[in-house]
T-cell receptor, first 118, second 113 residues
Framework: KAGVTQTPRYLIKTRGQQVTLSCSPI?????VSWYQQTPGQGLQFLFE???????NKGNFPGRFSGRQFSNSRSEMNVSTLELGDSALYLC?????????????????FGEGSRLTVL | AQTVTQSQPEMSVQEAETVTLSCTYD???????LFWYKQPPSRQMILVIR??????QNATENRFSVNFQKAAKSFSLKISDSQLGDAAMYFC??????????FGKGTLLTVNP
Protein backbone atom coordinates (compact mmCIF):
# COMPACT_ATOMS: atom_id res chain seq x y z
CA LYS A 1 0.00 0.00 0.00
CA ALA A 2 1.44 3.37 -1.00
CA GLY A 3 2.17 5.80 1.81
CA VAL A 4 1.32 9.46 2.13
CA THR A 5 2.70 11.42 -0.79
CA GLN A 6 3.54 15.09 -0.58
CA THR A 7 4.53 17.35 -3.45
CA PRO A 8 6.68 19.25 -4.01
CA ARG A 9 9.40 18.03 -1.67
CA TYR A 10 11.38 21.24 -1.80
CA LEU A 11 10.54 24.73 -2.91
CA ILE A 12 11.94 28.20 -2.63
CA LYS A 13 9.76 31.29 -2.74
CA THR A 14 10.21 34.99 -2.08
CA ARG A 15 8.30 37.15 0.36
CA GLY A 16 4.87 38.13 -0.84
CA GLN A 17 4.42 35.13 -3.11
CA GLN A 18 1.97 32.36 -2.49
CA VAL A 19 2.47 28.61 -2.43
CA THR A 20 0.29 25.52 -2.78
CA LEU A 21 1.30 22.19 -1.30
CA SER A 22 -0.34 18.91 -2.16
CA CYS A 23 -0.95 15.74 -0.18
CA SER A 24 -2.26 12.37 -1.30
CA PRO A 25 -3.30 10.22 1.64
CA ILE A 26 -3.05 6.48 2.03
CA UNK A 27 -5.74 4.77 -0.01
CA UNK A 28 -8.91 4.47 2.03
CA UNK A 29 -7.97 7.19 4.51
CA UNK A 30 -10.52 9.98 4.67
CA UNK A 31 -8.76 12.28 7.15
CA VAL A 32 -5.88 14.55 6.23
CA SER A 33 -4.06 16.78 8.70
CA TRP A 34 -1.38 19.38 8.17
CA TYR A 35 1.39 20.34 10.57
CA GLN A 36 4.11 22.97 10.41
CA GLN A 37 7.48 21.93 11.80
CA THR A 38 10.15 24.48 12.72
CA PRO A 39 13.20 24.21 14.98
CA GLY A 40 11.86 26.83 17.35
CA GLN A 41 8.17 25.96 17.60
CA GLY A 42 8.30 22.24 16.92
CA LEU A 43 5.24 20.65 15.36
CA GLN A 44 2.19 22.86 15.22
CA PHE A 45 -1.23 21.81 14.02
CA LEU A 46 -2.59 23.70 11.02
CA PHE A 47 -5.90 21.98 10.16
CA GLU A 48 -7.66 18.68 9.69
CA UNK A 49 -10.09 17.64 6.98
CA UNK A 50 -12.44 14.71 6.81
CA UNK A 51 -14.63 14.03 3.80
CA UNK A 52 -14.02 17.54 2.45
CA UNK A 53 -14.99 19.22 5.75
CA UNK A 54 -12.59 21.06 7.99
CA UNK A 55 -13.10 19.68 11.48
CA ASN A 56 -10.44 21.64 13.33
CA LYS A 57 -8.10 24.52 12.68
CA GLY A 58 -4.97 25.57 14.51
CA ASN A 59 -3.92 29.01 15.61
CA PHE A 60 -2.52 30.30 12.33
CA PRO A 61 -3.39 33.50 10.44
CA GLY A 62 -5.89 33.49 7.63
CA ARG A 63 -3.05 33.40 5.08
CA PHE A 64 -2.98 29.67 5.73
CA SER A 65 -5.83 27.79 4.13
CA GLY A 66 -6.58 24.32 2.96
CA ARG A 67 -9.09 22.14 1.26
CA GLN A 68 -9.84 18.52 0.62
CA PHE A 69 -11.19 16.98 -2.53
CA SER A 70 -13.70 14.19 -2.97
CA ASN A 71 -10.87 11.68 -3.51
CA SER A 72 -9.43 12.72 -0.10
CA ARG A 73 -6.42 14.46 -1.62
CA SER A 74 -5.70 17.72 0.13
CA GLU A 75 -3.98 20.98 -0.64
CA MET A 76 -2.83 23.76 1.61
CA ASN A 77 -2.12 27.27 0.48
CA VAL A 78 -0.10 30.01 2.06
CA SER A 79 -0.57 33.49 0.64
CA THR A 80 1.61 36.57 1.05
CA LEU A 81 4.56 34.54 2.25
CA GLU A 82 6.68 35.81 5.13
CA LEU A 83 10.18 34.80 6.13
CA GLY A 84 8.75 33.08 9.20
CA ASP A 85 6.76 30.71 7.01
CA SER A 86 9.96 28.84 6.17
CA ALA A 87 9.36 25.39 7.57
CA LEU A 88 8.79 21.75 6.89
CA TYR A 89 5.10 21.19 6.19
CA LEU A 90 3.94 17.72 7.09
CA CYS A 91 0.80 16.04 5.92
CA UNK A 92 -0.66 13.08 7.76
CA UNK A 93 -3.54 10.81 6.98
CA UNK A 94 -5.71 8.49 9.01
CA UNK A 95 -9.00 6.70 8.78
CA UNK A 96 -10.48 9.57 10.75
CA UNK A 97 -12.63 7.08 12.57
CA UNK A 98 -10.49 5.96 15.50
CA UNK A 99 -11.69 2.75 17.05
CA UNK A 100 -11.45 4.04 20.59
CA UNK A 101 -13.65 6.58 22.26
CA UNK A 102 -11.16 9.35 21.55
CA UNK A 103 -11.32 10.19 17.88
CA UNK A 104 -7.73 11.21 17.22
CA UNK A 105 -5.80 8.03 16.59
CA UNK A 106 -2.63 7.10 14.80
CA UNK A 107 -1.46 9.40 12.04
CA UNK A 108 0.60 8.31 9.04
CA PHE A 109 2.96 11.02 7.88
CA GLY A 110 4.41 11.97 4.53
CA GLU A 111 8.02 13.05 4.07
CA GLY A 112 7.05 16.70 4.06
CA SER A 113 7.46 19.73 1.85
CA ARG A 114 10.41 21.91 2.75
CA LEU A 115 9.51 25.55 2.09
CA THR A 116 12.17 28.23 2.12
CA VAL A 117 11.07 31.84 1.92
CA LEU A 118 13.73 34.36 0.87
CA ALA B 1 -6.32 22.31 25.84
CA GLN B 2 -3.59 19.72 25.73
CA THR B 3 0.09 20.25 26.43
CA VAL B 4 2.97 17.83 26.07
CA THR B 5 6.37 18.41 27.64
CA GLN B 6 9.60 16.61 26.86
CA SER B 7 12.24 17.81 29.32
CA GLN B 8 15.23 16.16 27.63
CA PRO B 9 16.25 17.97 24.43
CA GLU B 10 19.03 15.44 23.84
CA MET B 11 19.91 11.98 25.09
CA SER B 12 22.64 9.53 24.24
CA VAL B 13 22.99 5.81 24.77
CA GLN B 14 25.56 3.16 24.04
CA GLU B 15 24.63 0.51 21.54
CA ALA B 16 22.94 -2.48 23.23
CA GLU B 17 22.14 -0.42 26.35
CA THR B 18 18.75 0.81 27.58
CA VAL B 19 17.54 4.39 27.52
CA THR B 20 14.39 6.05 28.81
CA LEU B 21 12.87 9.17 27.27
CA SER B 22 10.58 11.26 29.45
CA CYS B 23 7.26 12.86 28.63
CA THR B 24 4.60 14.56 30.69
CA TYR B 25 1.28 15.77 29.42
CA ASP B 26 -1.75 17.65 30.54
CA UNK B 27 -5.25 17.25 29.22
CA UNK B 28 -8.77 17.96 30.34
CA UNK B 29 -10.13 15.04 28.37
CA UNK B 30 -11.10 11.76 29.93
CA UNK B 31 -10.47 9.73 26.78
CA UNK B 32 -7.28 10.19 24.84
CA UNK B 33 -4.41 8.40 23.17
CA LEU B 34 -0.70 8.84 23.75
CA PHE B 35 1.97 8.21 21.15
CA TRP B 36 5.68 8.13 20.61
CA TYR B 37 6.77 9.01 17.10
CA LYS B 38 10.25 8.70 15.64
CA GLN B 39 11.65 11.05 13.03
CA PRO B 40 14.92 9.81 11.52
CA PRO B 41 17.16 12.18 9.57
CA SER B 42 15.18 11.34 6.40
CA ARG B 43 12.33 13.21 8.11
CA GLN B 44 9.38 10.83 7.74
CA MET B 45 7.66 10.47 11.08
CA ILE B 46 6.78 6.93 11.99
CA LEU B 47 4.80 5.60 14.90
CA VAL B 48 6.83 3.78 17.54
CA ILE B 49 4.15 2.91 20.06
CA ARG B 50 0.68 3.99 21.18
CA UNK B 51 -1.24 3.79 24.41
CA UNK B 52 -4.97 4.12 24.98
CA UNK B 53 -5.46 6.10 28.16
CA UNK B 54 -8.29 3.87 29.35
CA UNK B 55 -6.02 0.83 29.30
CA UNK B 56 -3.99 0.29 32.45
CA GLN B 57 -1.56 -2.14 30.87
CA ASN B 58 1.58 -0.53 29.48
CA ALA B 59 2.03 -0.92 25.73
CA THR B 60 4.98 -2.89 24.39
CA GLU B 61 6.33 -3.23 20.85
CA ASN B 62 9.39 -5.46 20.66
CA ARG B 63 12.28 -3.46 22.17
CA PHE B 64 10.06 -0.45 22.89
CA SER B 65 7.86 -0.14 25.94
CA VAL B 66 6.15 2.64 27.82
CA ASN B 67 5.64 3.46 31.46
CA PHE B 68 2.22 5.08 31.58
CA GLN B 69 1.42 6.75 34.89
CA LYS B 70 -2.04 8.22 34.38
CA ALA B 71 -2.37 9.96 37.73
CA ALA B 72 1.02 11.59 37.31
CA LYS B 73 0.31 12.32 33.62
CA SER B 74 3.60 10.74 32.69
CA PHE B 75 4.34 8.68 29.59
CA SER B 76 7.96 7.60 29.24
CA LEU B 77 9.48 5.49 26.47
CA LYS B 78 12.02 2.79 27.21
CA ILE B 79 14.22 1.51 24.41
CA SER B 80 16.00 -1.73 25.23
CA ASP B 81 19.03 -3.15 23.43
CA SER B 82 19.53 0.15 21.57
CA GLN B 83 20.59 -0.09 17.95
CA LEU B 84 22.29 2.41 15.67
CA GLY B 85 19.07 2.64 13.69
CA ASP B 86 17.27 3.96 16.76
CA ALA B 87 19.09 7.28 16.41
CA ALA B 88 16.43 9.88 15.62
CA MET B 89 14.28 12.64 17.03
CA TYR B 90 11.55 11.21 19.23
CA PHE B 91 8.29 13.03 19.74
CA CYS B 92 5.70 12.37 22.40
CA UNK B 93 2.15 13.26 21.39
CA UNK B 94 -1.38 13.15 22.71
CA UNK B 95 -4.67 13.04 20.85
CA UNK B 96 -8.22 13.36 22.07
CA UNK B 97 -11.57 14.52 20.79
CA UNK B 98 -10.44 17.43 18.67
CA UNK B 99 -9.01 15.67 15.60
CA UNK B 100 -5.44 16.80 16.22
CA UNK B 101 -2.28 15.60 17.89
CA UNK B 102 -0.38 17.82 20.29
CA PHE B 103 3.36 17.19 20.16
CA GLY B 104 6.21 17.78 22.54
CA LYS B 105 9.34 19.58 21.37
CA GLY B 106 11.17 16.31 20.86
CA THR B 107 14.22 14.49 22.20
CA LEU B 108 17.20 13.91 19.94
CA LEU B 109 18.56 10.44 20.63
CA THR B 110 22.14 9.59 19.71
CA VAL B 111 23.29 5.98 19.75
CA ASN B 112 27.02 5.52 20.22
CA PRO B 113 28.70 2.41 18.79
Amino acid sequence: KAGVTQTPRYLIKTRGQQVTLSCSPISGHRSVSWYQQTPGQGLQFLFEYFSETQRNKGNFPGRFSGRQFSNSRSEMNVSTLELGDSALYLCASSSGLAGGRANTGELFFGEGSRLTVL
Amino acid sequence: AQTVTQSQPEMSVQEAETVTLSCTYDTSESDYYLFWYKQPPSRQMILVIRQEAYKQQNATENRFSVNFQKAAKSFSLKISDSQLGDAAMYFCASGGSNYKLTFGKGTLLTVNP
